[in-house]
């Protein structure tokens, strides 16, 4: 019984690529195109997926923004994405790995966000970070091998808020391909190694 839990123990650790980061990128929502006050975030936009009715884009030097964190939301250049909704889900067209990026709350000071990280469907990884209005506060993720990004600022999360109050923006989304990387030959080497001395005390045992 022990020979086979060792066994299958060592074929899912040799077959089971070990995780690697491609090229990265960071969406600054800069780049889109001119609005006086808000618009909408293209569904290609840095090769994501962005749902119209839980997110935007918004100009942070708008006048009527002034005292609010929509006015500070912005850390490079003038634009970033905004929560239109408590939920908000980026998805990927294919697996990626989700670096970091820097938050703002718009109405309310010490929200918290929790923010996820999915695989078809399963949590993979799950945070939970505090922002504020006055400043933006960078995130660090290094969600590797997901398909989504699933940003939760709900009143579960924030039971001493009104739901109209828990939104907030996000900018300098960064993330990067990802890429499985093989195991290297020495672990591969050990493992075989591993599985013959298991095989053999077995094949003896068997014999006495």
Request: charged letters at 15%; one cysteine or more; glycine letters at 14%.
């Given at each position: 019984m022990y020979y086979k839990q060792i066994m299958c123990t060592l074929l899912v650790v040799m077959f089971t690529p070990m995780l690697g980061m491609g090229s990265s990128s960071v969406l600054t929502f800069d780049d889109i195109g001119y609005v006086t006050i808000y618009g909408d975030i293209p569904q290609s936009y840095g090769g994501f997926n962005w749902d119209s009715d839980e997110?935007?884009?918004?100009?942070?030097?708008?006048?009527?923004?002034a005292g609010t964190g929509?006015?500070?939301?912005?850390?490079?250049?003038?634009?970033a994405a905004y929560s239109r909704d408590i939920k908000v889900s980026i998805t990927g067209n294919s697996f990626f790995s989700f670096i970091d990026a820097y938050f703002t709350a718009a109405w309310s000071d010490s929200l918290n966000i929790k923010i996820m990280g999915l695989s078809e469907g399963m949590v993979l990884f799950e945070e939970t970070m505090i922002a504020n209005t006055n400043v933006p506060v960078q995130f660090t993720a290094?969600?590797?091998?997901?398909?989504e990004v699933l940003?939760?600022?709900?009143?579960?999360?924030?039971?001493?808020?009104?739901?109209s109050k828990v939104f907030f923006l996000v900018d300098d989304?960064?993330?990067?391909?990802?890429?499985?990387?093989?195991?290297?030959?020495?672990?591969?080497?050990?493992?075989?190694?591993?599985?013959?001395?298991?095989?053999?005390?077995k094949y003896v045992g068997s014999m006495a």
């Open positions: 997110i935007g884009y918004c100009n942070t030097t708008f006048g009527g923004f929509y006015e500070n939301g912005a850390v490079s250049g003038t634009y290094n969600y590797n091998g997901i398909d940003i939760d600022s709900g009143v579960e999360v924030n039971p001493h808020l009104d739901d989304f960064r993330t990067a391909d990802f890429v499985p990387a093989p195991l290297p030959p020495a672990i591969i080497l050990f493992g075989t190694g591993i599985i013959s001395l298991v095989i053999g005390r």
